[in-house]
């Protein structure tokens, strides 16, 4: 570590190090240290930069140690092939190449490829402006040089013969389900290959981590959509922008108020949709065992079990008229069995949202009842069911 006066602390044993470790301090130069960096290959190999102008002939911006700290020499060069008398913030070794280094300055970026011995300032065209930061990107295939400067942004540069850019293929997405959920999308690139992905506005978002490393799988979710409209999203994969689509809630057909001739749902998952302040009630339908109430403005739907295991109902309901939601009550029926009931009150939340599960059997059909928690006009609502198979 390193001070602001420009010492450099060193400790052979720095993961057992306590408050009583004495540290051997060593001083290249008087100023203010910004940045200690360590050979990737050789532990005793050591650099520390300072971001003062010099104050005596014999010193330098940047320091090499390779003793692992205890002596050191100035490699700023000299004259046209050096670094000039600017502060330097930064220095970056190159993992690849040691001898080849970059150093964040006060003026831009200067780079060495002969570890120190001449410099040469970096003529890509961007302000001469002090860089802070300096990052080297190898993780796409292609080498690209990063750096973060003081009041002109971030500017990156692609360097000479730095490989063959990642290609990135997302597997064949088809519409997302409208009852929302996650979906797992094949990432197939090369042994090596970084990746990771960032959700666009819309109706896709990207589950973390979202980020590989090689062929993997990415995890997008999706909310139930309220709306009989298809929603749009997608998101960004490297070089790559893949769009999506969610399907819109299916429209339930005014005669589904009765029990006689109920909404078919003809696959899973599936949401419809309903104004309900229009439907009405029969005489034959059940009085659900979890409602206070007589059945009210009622909706039925029918499904068909595609597998044995369960089913979830999800249903919410939302007034038209004033703030708030209209309260629900959603039960589950075999024949005349009741297999699950739910109910809220209607109440001042933007939603009443509740769900059950019941069990089923491969081919048997089942009845699902959506009820209003009472029978006056304001009891009515945007009223929608989800209905999927649990896993």
Known sequence: MATSQGFVLRTDNALEATIETVWEATRPRPGYVTGVTLDPVEPELVYVVYSQFNTAAAQSHVYRSRDGGRTWEGIDGKGDTGIPDIPVFCLLIDPEDSQRMYAGTDLGVFV?????ANWERDANPFAAVPVETLVLDRGAGVSYLYAFTFGRGVWRTRL????TACSYEVGGLGPMPAFGGTTEVP???????????????????????????GTGVLRL??????????????FWLQDKTVEL????????????????????IAALPYVGIRDTRTTTAEASDPQASCATTA????????????????????????????AGNSGLVVSAYAGTTELGCVATPRGTGAWAYRSFRFAVTRG??????????GSTALDGGYTILGVRMIP
């Open 112 to 116: 060495t490829m002969d570890g120190g």
């Open 160 to 163: 000479p013969s730095s490989g």
């Open 187 to 213: 990432v197939t690139t090369g042994e090596g290959c970084v990746w990771s992905a960032i959700p666009q506005a819309g109706a896709v978002d990207v589950a973390s981590p979202a980020t590989g490393t």
């Open 221 to 234: 979710t999706t909310l139930l959509n309220f709306s009989t409209t298809a929603r749009r999203g997608g």
């Open 245 to 264: 689509t969610q399907a819109g809630a299916l429209q339930v057909a005014a005669a589904a108020d009765s029990s006689a001739t109920p909404a078919v």
């Open 295 to 322: 059945p009210a403005k009622t909706i039925w739907w029918r499904v068909t079990a595609p597998q044995t295991g369960e089913i979830e109902v999800v249903m919410q309901g939302q007034r038209y008229d004033v």
């Open 364 to 373: 048997s059909t089942y009845s699902i009842l959506g009820s209003a928690t």
